[in-house]
Nanobody, 123 residues
């Protein structure tokens, strides 16, 4: 069982930056691919970014490419999502997820989920 706890959300203005963190309880954290997903009110959950267990490979949704960066620190068992140039459309609950093996953009393939952290971007 892997427990994930997100932090770092908040209320910001358009153009601002935020960094989300996701702390994991897994002792073999590096064996898990990690993903960030988000869900806005009235919308389906959507993929944001993913990173391989070793951190050498990353994948982004087109909507965030060039603005968001996913990274991980396996020694700290933490994955990060640096979000720059935030826009009101980025407003959502952001959740991190973990899966054994490779990363995917399909949320259904992730085994463990955090509770999420709210990000609100005002115009």
């Amino acid at each position: 069982q892997v427990q994930l706890v997100e932090s770092g959300g908040g209320l910001v203005q358009a153009g601002d930056s935020l960094r989300l963190s996701c702390a994991a309880s897994a002792r073999t954290f590096s064996s898990y691919a990690m993903g960030w997903f988000r869900q806005a009110p009235g919308k389906e959950r959507e993929f944001v970014a993913a990173i391989s267990g070793g951190g050498g490979s990353t994948y982004y949704a087109d909507s965030v490419k060039g603005r968001f960066t996913i990274a991980r620190d396996n020694a700290k068992r933490t994955v990060y999502l640096q979000m720059n140039s935030l826009q009101p459309d980025d407003t959502a609950v952001y959740s991190c997820a973990a899966r054994s093996g490779g990363y995917y953009s399909d949320a259904a393939l992730y085994h463990y989920w955090g509770q999420g952290t709210q990000v609100t971007v005002s115009s």
